[in-house]
């Protein structure tokens, strides 16, 4: 009797695993089957690798000048690796937290090389190699700082590119010099409240004003009053913050070559 009992006692338990692994099977497999779904949803929405770049070589020097001002160029050149002459000359300067350094790991430069424009990058006074100096207390005197670099290194109606504090450089220039600009192309910068609305309508060079869509302070003042040159467009990078060409420097890239050849 006994033995009897404990056969169905078996009996019953595998009845009961069976019917739980009935149960439970579905859950498995759909849990089994979710990271494989995940692993193709990426793949459907993994942007395109970009196309490769020729080998541009970025080359750095330093101008005797008052103070010395260390800079990094990077010359366009064709698919045999032969210089070229550059369809544009693009002058780059760079944010508070920032130097030349950065439009080079950034890739800018040998991006820009790549696409047949000159480009220049140089470290402002005080900051990366360039020693600080009391001859740039005054806008006349970072204007003419500016304007010295680009005499002694042959650069004639370049494209200016100002993020952030380099606004203090770029805007006074552009006040002044306008007319041997080809381009600008600020970048959420200060000094923006200097120039009055009348100055401000008699600027025509062609103008591209990027920040980013976090950028909820500087970024949005100095859209407010470039909004006022009259030959301007705008790029919002979407999720980006104050230096939004780090958070989005494919996009960043993108927007700068489109209206680089636009110049052209």
């Not at 160029?73 to 698919?79: Q, R």
């Not at 402002?124 to 970072?142: H, I, M």
């Not at 204007?143 to 290194?153: G, N, T, Y």
Request: a positive charge; one cysteine or more.
């Amino acid at each position: 009797m006994n033995v009897f009992r404990n056969r169905v006692a078996v009996l019953g338990l595998v009845l009961l695993a069976t019917v739980l692994l009935y149960l439970l099977l579905p859950a498995m497999r759909q849990g089994s089957m979710e990271p494989s779904l995940a692993v193709q949803r990426m793949a459907l929405i993994a942007p395109s690798v970009p196309p490769s770049t020729p080998n541009i070589t970025v080359r750095t020097g330093q101008l005797p000048s008052d103070p010395p001002l260390f800079f990094r160029e990077a010359l366009p050149i064709d698919s045999a690796g032969r210089q070229i002459l550059p369809r544009l000359q693009v002058v780059l300067l760079h944010g508070q937290a920032f130097t030349s350094k950065t439009w080079e790991e950034l890739g800018t430069l040998s991006l820009l090389a790549a696409n047949g424009y000159q480009a220049l990058a140089l470290d402002l006074p005080g900051f990366g190699k360039s020693p600080a100096s009391e001859s740039v207390k005054s806008d006349q005197n970072r204007v003419d700082l500016l304007k010295r670099f680009l005499e002694a290194l042959g650069v004639r109606a370049p494209v200016l590119l100002s993020p952030s504090m380099s606004g203090h450089y770029a805007l006074p220039f552009l006040q002044k010099y306008s007319s041997q600009l080809h381009g600008f192309v600020p970048i959420a910068p200060v000094a923006t409240r200097t120039l009055t609305p009348q100055q401000y309508q008699d600027i025509q060079t062609p103008t591209l004003i990027v920040y980013g869509e976090l950028d909820t302070n500087l970024g949005a003042q100095s859209l407010k009053n470039l909004q006022q040159l009259p030959r301007h467009t705008v790029v919002k990078l979407s999720g980006a913050r104050h230096a939004c060409y780090m958070d989005k420097p494919r996009e960043f890239h993108l927007a700068l070559l489109d209206y680089l050849n636009k110049l052209d």
